[in-house]
């Protein structure tokens, strides 16, 4: 990640500062989308970017396999929602709703095993390479409340979303040249789009919607599988 974060054009950030402890792996940060400018919105992050390092394979010599998000990664986590969640919801500008977040890490979570053929939009085509052992993100991220999709790579010939507990659970697509594949399956990547509302006097708001789709790199630059991940929920008057 030192070699990565000076970089021009990216957005990468080295671990933060956590009350003055270490957080486990590398690159664990948080982007904040602001809202448009001159709306009321301007100084408010409308959309927040959740990237964690799931490591590699297990460091627990008790324990084989894969690597998993840990306690102090959620723990920075939980922190950094539940703050930006309340700067969202504080004057001025107040908001009624957490803004929407989308969470970002390489390997599967154990969960994604239970999702059939039947229940998911995509392909499914290898076994789930997740850790063997649960460190309850999925809870972790269910208790935070603003976290509406997750997005893995980690198994290349998956590229499905299913929904667990109101969180939708993505593979990004097997993208790059330089790892392994299929033949004849294209490679693709998955876009995600968050659109914005207007209110009645054409003002720029919060999120409305987060849609998915994957573009494959086949002669026609394929567009498949759209889905929505996400809609505002219009909250009733009485």
């Known amino acids: 990640m030192e070699h990565i974060v000076p970089m021009d054009y990216t957005l990468s950030k080295v671990n933060p500062h ?3 402890k270490k957080i486990d792996g590398f690159g664990n940060y948080n982007l904040e989308v602001k809202g448009m400018k001159d709306s009321e919105l301007k100084g408010k992050s409308v959309l927040n970017l959740y990237f964690l390092d799931s490591g590699d394979y297990s460091t627990d010599p ?3 396999g894969y690597g998993w998000i ?3 990664q959620q723990a920075w986590f939980k922190e950094t ?7 969202y919801k504080s004057k001025p500008s107040e908001q009624a709703e957490s803004a929407p977040a989308l969470v970002d890490f390489h390997i599967p979570l154990p969960e994604v095993k239970i999702f059939r053929n039947s229940s998911i939009i995509g ?3 290898e076994p789930i390479g997740c850790p063997s052992y649960n460190s309850g993100f999925l809870e972790t991220m269910v208790q935070a409340g603003d976290v509406k999709a997750a997005f893995t790579g980690h198994d290349h010939l998956n590229d499905f979303c299913g929904s667990l507990r109101g969180i939708e659970l993505c593979y990004a697509g097997g993208f790059g040249y330089h790892a392994y594949g299929k033949a004849g399956w294209p490679r693709r990547t998955r876009v995600v789009v ?4 207007k209110d009645a006097r054409g003002d720029w708001k919060g999120v409305h919607s987060i849609t998915t789709w994957k573009r494959l790199d ?5 567009k ?3 889905q929505t991940l996400w809609t505002k929920t219009r909250l009733k008057s009485f």
Request: hydrophobic share 30%; aromatic share 4%; proline share 3%.
């Open 194 to 197: 968050a659109s914005l509302e």
């Open 81 to 87: 929602s539940a703050k930006l969640q309340q700067t």
């Open 18 to 20: 956590f009350h003055g």
């Open 218 to 222: 086949d002669e026609h630059l394929s």
């Open 224 to 226: 498949i599988d759209t």
């Open 70 to 72: 840990k306690p102090s």
């Open 62 to 64: 008790n324990i084989t």
């Open 123 to 125: 392909i499914k085509q």
